[in-house]
């Protein structure tokens, strides 16, 4: 069964601690991206990556990183560095010329 | 710069009422223009997309959109809405060639049974 997997659902973490979000896909696409989901300002995209070992910054890329190792595995990390991470997270993929993105279940990171 | 606005953020309508969700872009170049659909506790999907050829495409569930290039937009309709067209829709725009999508802020539906 083909798809984006996501986890943990739901992540809490104390400030000042680094996290890292798993996005992995098994849909053979090319690229994929992170974005970040807040009540009443949409999706806004933090990371995307056209191929392995290759990613771009989007709109709000800083306080995060992002690696590209492997086709199937984008991983998000939250470091301490930004200033508001509680928010839903969201991947996504794609077939390498941009068609339609095709969006994991998220994670809602809760940082106390 | 490149932008897209949904002016409706709440709409709540009665089962069998008609539906027009408004999208404007702003963007420089061809586009191409997406509807994604997140119904409560799912994932964000595609509802309908244009890429080219006719403007008026329809999607899933009896959607459809109409892209008016001289207008900058790309509203969704739906004759008759259902208590389960419930959600919150988001319009999206892409850069022929490019990567990047941008997402407006999304409409809240919500259907009165």
């Known amino acids: 069964d083909g798809g984006i997997t996501q986890s943990p659902k739901y992540l809490f973490r104390k400030e000042g601690q680094n996290v890292t979000l798993s996005c992995e896909q098994n849909l053979n696409h090319d690229a994929m991206y992170w974005y970040r989901q807040d009540p009443g300002q949409g999706l806004r995209l933090i990371y995307y990556s056209q191929i392995v070992n290759d990613f771009q910054k989007g709109d709000i890329a800083e306080g995060y990183s992002v690696s590209r190792e492997k086709k199937e595995s984008f991983p998000l990390t939250v470091t301490s560095a930004q200033k508001n991470p509680t928010a839903f997270y969201l991947c996504?993929?794609?077939?390498?010329?941009?068609?339609?993105?095709?969006f994991g279940p998220g994670t809602r990171l809760t940082v106390l | 710069a490149q932008s897209v606005s949904q002016h409706n953020h709440h709409v709540i309508l009665s089962e069998a009422a008609s539906l027009e969700l408004g999208c404007n872009y702003s963007?420089?170049?061809?586009?191409?223009l997406f509807w994604y659909v997140q119904y409560p506790g799912q994932h964000l999907q595609l509802l309908l997309k244009?890429?080219?050829?006719?403007?008026l495409v329809k999607g899933i569930k009896g959607f459809e959109a109409e892209f008016i290039k001289s207008k900058f937009s790309f509203n969704l309709r739906k004759p008759s809405v259902q208590w389960s067209d419930t959600a919150e829709y988001f319009c999206?725009?892409?850069?022929?060639?490019?990567?990047?999508?941008?997402f407006g802020t999304g409409t809240r539906l919500k259907v009165l049974a």
């Open positions: 999206a725009v892409k850069g022929s060639g490019t990567y990047k999508y941008i």
């Open positions: 244009y890429f080219s050829g006719d403007p």
């Open positions: 996504a993929s794609s077939i390498g010329q941009p068609d339609t993105q095709y």
């Open positions: 963007y420089g170049g061809t586009v191409n």
